[in-house]
């Protein structure tokens, strides 16, 4: 066990600035302040000329900062990422098989849906535990392809679209809301590419955006599935694209305040460079936990491939004998005392794994993270750790 602090039971001297390290809601952008946003929009239609206006320039924007293809489309749709990711799939799959990639919460909740809500027959699923892949390689050219670009539960991401074919035939469904503004995502090997503004961006919850390929647009054109679809799941109108929907004209109401709030963190990311920007910040806060992990023997990566370790969802695993020797219901109770002395001492707040993943931490590494905050909260999961299991330190062991 590591013992690198100057006492089993000795806190830090340094408090991170900022202890809320949640996977999302994730932590506003440095510099956020309600005070600059422009109010001028709350209480008036969403539909009337001008704040119809700053939606479609909400709209432009994300694409710009995306390097999103000039012939995709781009939408604002109800529901955050889960909302515009379920639009897609019940608008389009039924045409041709289906080929699920499963190694993590969400993903399973798409094959399940799939399977038992879109009662799909022709469907292969391809599971793997959390911290590993399935073999992406199964997918196949002439089937459709769901996966998630990151997992948020398990920190694992896809290291490349190597495994997907530029000639394929079937549409590629792509929940990316862990990596969007994080990752670099070939637009060439993706045809539905689904996020939402509270990950990377720090943004609000309840939206999701929904960008298509022309491939997934003639889909939808020109293919009809026989189940009912709610009004918020309808993106065409007499058979063709309802283009109106991608050029700010909401399928229902948005909250004009949360658009404001996005238009802050564009700003943010123009001032930061962009998107090699956001990219770096993350990748910054990856290379703060990783090089902590590398020296720290009670802890290691959830994900055994280090080229499969995601750069936003940092999931961790404690590897220490008298934590490992415990049951997993035992484990699960240690982790929520670790992290409630975190809470108490004001040095992180939500960073237990998800509720379905091995018990363990999750911190969020996304771009409006500070590396700064990250170091300084390392050596309180050490504290915390090494006060469990010290027995002069803490008499309730699990």
């Known amino acids: 066990m590591n013992t690198s602090a100057k006492g089993l039971c000795e806190k830090p001297d340094v408090r991170p600035d900022d202890p809320r390290f949640s996977s999302g809601p994730s932590k506003k952008h440095p510099g956020w302040n309600l005070s600059n946003f422009s109010l001028d929009n709350l209480g008036r239609s ?38 515009a990711f379920e639009l897609a799939l019940w608008s389009m799959l039924g045409q041709r ?36 892949l399935p073999d992406l390689n199964k997918a196949r050219a002439d089937r459709d ?23 394929r035939e079937g549409i590629v469904f792509c929940d990316a809301t862990s990596a969007a503004f994080a990752m670099d995502l070939d637009y ?8 939402s503004w509270q990950k990377v961006l720090g943004s609000e919850g309840g939206f999701g955006m929904l960008a298509l390929s022309p491939r997934s647009v003639q889909r939808l054109e020109s293919y009809q599935t026989d189940r009912p679809l709610p009004k918020i799941f309808r993106v065409t109108k007499k058979g063709k694209l309802d283009s109106a929907i991608f050029k700010g004209a909401t399928i229902n109401t948005p909250s004009m305040l949360a658009l404001e709030d996005l238009h802050s963190a564009l700003d943010w990311a123009d001032s930061i460079g962009g998107l090699s920007g956001l990219f770096q910040r993350c990748q910054n806060n990856f290379n703060v936990v990783d090089k902590w992990v590398s020296k720290t023997a009670w802890i290691d990566w959830l994900p055994s491939d280090e080229t499969t370790r995601s750069n936003t969802s940092l999931c961790l695993k404690i590897v220490d004998d008298p934590f490992v020797e415990l049951s997993e219901e035992a484990q699960q109770k240690v982790i929520k005392i670790l992290c409630q002395w975190l809470e108490e001492e004001g040095v992180a707040y939500d960073i237990a794994a998800y509720r379905s993943a091995p018990p363990g931490f999750r911190l969020w590494g996304g771009a409006t993270i500070e590396a ?21 330190c803490v008499k309730e062991k699990v």
């Open 46 to 83: 969403h539909r009337a000329s001008v704040p119809k206006s700053r939606l479609n320039e909400a709209i432009t924007r994300s694409a710009e900062l995306l390097t999103l293809p000039d012939d995709w489309q781009l939408g604002i749709v109800p529901a955050s990422d889960t909302g």
């Open 188 to 195: 060439e090997k993706l045809d539905v590419v689904t996020w």
């Open 97 to 132: 098989g289906v080929d699920v990639f499963v190694w993590e919460s969400f993903s399973s909740d798409w094959a399940n849906d799939i399977q038992g809500q879109l009662k799909i027959d022709d469907l292969n699923i391809y599971k793997a535990d959390y911290g590993d």
């Open 372 to 392: 700064s905050d990250l170091e300084s909260l390392l050596p309180w999961l050490d504290w915390v750790y090494q006060r469990w299991v010290n027995a002069e």
């Open 145 to 167: 392809v769901v996966f998630v670009y990151n997992g948020t539960t398990s920190g694992v991401r896809v290291p490349n679209m190597d495994w997907v074919s530029v000639e």
